[in-house]
């Protein structure tokens, strides 16, 4: 069954209010809903009609499209989805479907030969690889990096709409520090991702920073169209976010010199694999090369170093160096503890 743009973009709408759990979804409401996304999106002025929004929720029920959705009508007047986890866009595409991504995705790589979309290579690849599994049993070319159990990524359409829109939201959100989840008010301004993760970059309507909500920690949120919406007014975030490693970094914070001195061994990869776009090669000896960065000092950063393990020594700031090895120093303390219990073992089995 071909599906036109507007009845995919009534259905998306529909799903995106029936798996908001906050607010009951009567007929009327859906009705309204859907006609004002299609007047936001599509200019049309003309609404939607009853019958429409019904055919549509018996049709995303059916299988013709492959929803099979599980919508239920509550206190004989409130739809919601009977599986709270479910939507419609973890459903499996048809065959249909895979016909016009993939015309798509033809389109993308004519414009791919621009160097403006330059950036757009690896989505494409992913686009491609993925409709190429989808109908081919035994086909798969690329093996990109990929977290499937990472949670938070399905609200992604729906938080990017509302920056977009510049609607305040609700979000409820539970902090891996907090021990219990909390409702406040925020106001969305970017959607940014570090190392398959994601964050929504906000400010709290009661303060004035900025915030990083990881997505994976957000158990719930729905749009405030009648709150009031503080923009940013701050830096361009191209230019926030250039001298950092991560999502982590206060308006005060400012890029400090970092030196980092490698092993031969590791230069090489180093050198092919930057670990900021501010990397200059300071110095290269015989058997160690210095880096240098200009980036902000967070946790992000002091994980990046550490990975790296006996290969690396940071000769500057001191006090990333302190840092560096205070934290070094407690890991191997960890093994030392380890190797006195072994030996007391040890000497108790001789004593036997």
């Known amino acids: 069954m071909a ?25 009327e409401d859906l009705i309204e809903k859907v006609s004002d996304t299609l007047y936001e999106l599509e200019g049309i002025t003309s609404g939607v009609s009853k019958r429409t929004i019904q055919a549509d929720i018996q049709l995303m029920r059916s299988d013709k499209l492959g929803y099979k959705a599980p919508i239920v009508v509550k206190d004989k007047r409130f739809y919601v989805y009977e599986d709270p986890n479910f939507s419609i866009t973890k459903a499996p595409i048809n065959n249909a479907d895979v016909d016009k991504m993939k015309e798509i995705v033809g389109v993308l790589k004519e414009f791919n030969a621009f160097n403006y979309f330059d950036e757009m290579s690896d989505m494409i690849a992913r686009l491609e690889n993925n409709l190429h599994k989808s109908t081919h049993k035994n086909g798969n070319y690329i093996q990109l990096e990929n977290n499937n159990r990472v949670k938070g990524t399905e609200y992604i359409p729906a938080l990017y709409q509302s920056i977009l829109k510049k609607i305040a939201l609700l979000i409820e959100y539970k902090s891996f520090k907090a021990q219990k989840s909390q409702n406040t008010i925020y106001y969305p301004y970017l959607l940014k991702e570090y190392r398959n993760r994601w964050f929504l970059i906000v400010r709290a309507k009661k303060t004035n920073m900025l915030m990083n909500l990881a997505l994976d920690r957000i158990i719930e949120f729905q749009e405030l169209p009648n709150e009031p919406f503080l923009p940013y007014d701050g830096v361009d975030f191209d230019r926030y976010y250039n001298d950092l490693i991560g999502v982590t970094k206060n308006a005060t914070d400012r890029a400090q010199k970092v030196i980092l001195e490698f092993d031969a061994a590791t230069t090489p990869y180093i050198i092919t694999k930057p670990l900021h776009h501010s990397q200059q090669l300071v110095a290269q000896k015989e058997v160690t090369s210095v880096f240098r960065i200009d980036v902000v000092l967070n946790y992000e950063l002091e994980r990046e170093i550490l990975g790296f393990g006996e290969c690396v020594k940071v000769l500057g700031p001191r006090i990333l160096a302190q840092k560096i090895r205070r934290r070094i120093k407690h890991a191997a303390a960890k093994y030392e503890l380890d190797d006195a219990q072994a030996a007391k073992g040890k000497q108790s089995q001789l004593a036997l």
């Open 3 to 27: 599906v036109n743009k507007l009845a995919l973009i009534r259905y998306k709408t529909i799903d995106d209010c029936l798996r908001n759990r906050y607010k009951k979804w009567t007929l």
